[in-house]
């Protein structure tokens, strides 16, 4: 027998002693499919909302390049797809507004054939009522919205009620869903109130407790928060839970409110005006593999929508035991979804537009 021959018999009697004592995990690369070389994949999503290597391997592995811009909130993104301005072929927005750009015809329909890793996707996820079939979207994270605060500066806190008593600096979070939903909670009306007077109420509650904030944050809470400027941020999950993390502290702690909150799921889409839709579905293979999956999760510290993810154990334990990253039955008894509804959303866009020039902080 050579030296090499037995240098691999060697490894393979290794390989097999450590496998089943978990001493290494077995990690199939994606492949890309052929015929994406040279080509470009133009992407908009949220801040903060990839690791580090998820654009890099994926050019990487097809050969491509990637344009990646930010957007900061889900309503720039409609009005960019209803202007036509949105030159993109992959776009992250949230459930509700899927709904809506599904109806007016601004989404394209996907190609299951070109997505196969779309088995691993959680069943809970699939089929939503906004998009029956997931014929136009792909779950990409999902989460909460609910307070982050320095319990060294304000005391324990559990409401939205103390959000808007507080006396001292607080930053809103830019969404008028959320903002206009706290506020309903609080008045003791559904979060989705359909009645016109309800949600003026909500927008009156706002105003007049808006003393208290100095900022309307384009989800760049978190970073006021860490700064001492605000002692409490509405914000996503997963950004005060990054912020904890960066700074390997106790400081910040992340709240959903008694009063309920949002859950939200942030999809994949492909715009009905995309240059290259085939490289999109490619990309939301690539994104769907149980390994980018859990790599993404694992570094934004928001909830994984990838089944197979879970069940391999690539999600890490500190996560997946985070009640507030992945809310127990009792929890999501008071979380919602938003409703959608293009007349009723035209009712709360109005609102805002009044809270935000009444406050102008």
């Known amino acids: 027998m050579t030296f090499i021959a037995r240098r691999l018999l060697l490894c393979l009697v290794?390989?097999?002693l450590l496998l089943p004592l978990g001493?290494?995990?077995?990690?199939?690369?994606?492949?890309?499919?052929?015929?994406?070389?040279?080509?470009?994949?133009?992407?908009?999503?949220?801040?903060?909302?990839?690791?580090?290597?998820?654009?890099?391997?994926?050019?990487?592995?097809?050969?491509?390049?990637?344009?990646?811009?930010?957007?900061?909130?889900?309503?720039?993104?409609?009005?960019?797809?209803?202007s036509g301005e949105a030159e993109y072929d992959l776009i992250f927005p949230s459930d509700y507004v899927i709904g809506l750009m599904i109806d007016e015809g601004l989404l394209r329909p996907l190609n299951p054939a070109n997505i196969p890793n779309r088995v691993n996707i959680s069943q809970s996820l699939r089929d939503p009522s906004y998009d029956p079939g997931n014929a136009h979207s792909i779950p990409y994270q999902w989460g909460t919205i609910g307070i982050g605060y320095v319990p060294a500066r304000t005391g324990l806190l559990n409401s939205w009620a103390q959000l808007f008593d507080y006396e001292g600096q607080v930053a809103w979070l830019n969404d008028l869903r959320v903002m206009m939903g706290a506020a309903l909670s609080v008045l003791g009306y559904s979060p989705n109130s359909i009645n016109p007077d309800e949600i003026l109420a909500a927008r009156d509650f706002l105003i007049a407790n808006s003393d208290n904030v100095i900022a309307v944050a384009e989800d760049d809470g978190q970073a006021l928060l860490a700064a001492g400027y605000v002692d409490i941020a509405v914000e996503y999950s997963g950004d005060i839970f990054q912020l904890a993390m960066d700074c390997m502290c106790d400081e910040f702690v992340y709240l959903i409110p008694d009063e309920g909150s949002l859950l939200w799921t942030d999809n994949m889409v492909i715009p009905a005006n995309a240059?290259?839709?085939?490289?999109?579905?490619?990309?939301?293979?690539?994104?769907?593999?149980?390994?980018?999956?859990?790599d993404i999760s694992n570094y934004v510290a928001y909830a994984s929508p990838n089944e197979a993810a879970i069940e391999?154990?690539?999600?890490?334990?500190?996560?997946?035991?985070?009640?507030?990253?992945?809310?127990p039955p009792a929890v999501r008894e008071r979380l919602y979804i938003t409703d959608r509804s293009a007349e009723i959303q035209a009712l709360y866009e109005a609102a805002w537009e009044d809270v935000l020039a009444a406050i102008d902080p």
Do not use: H, K
């Not at 240059?275 to 859990?294: C, Q, S």
């Open 23 to 82: 001493g290494i995990t077995a990690q199939r690369a994606w492949v890309c499919p052929d015929g994406f070389a040279g080509q470009e994949l133009r992407i908009w999503n949220w801040a903060t909302y990839v690791a580090e290597n998820t654009i890099p391997d994926f050019e990487d592995a097809c050969d491509v390049t990637v344009e990646y811009d930010i957007f900061s909130n889900n309503e720039d993104v409609l009005a960019a797809l209803r």
């Open 312 to 327: 391999r154990g690539l999600i890490e334990r500190s996560m997946l035991v985070n009640t507030s990253i992945y809310p």
């Open 14 to 16: 290794l390989c097999a």
């Open 275 to 294: 240059e290259n839709p085939d490289l999109a579905e490619a990309f939301i293979d690539y994104v769907l593999d149980p390994y980018v999956g859990a």
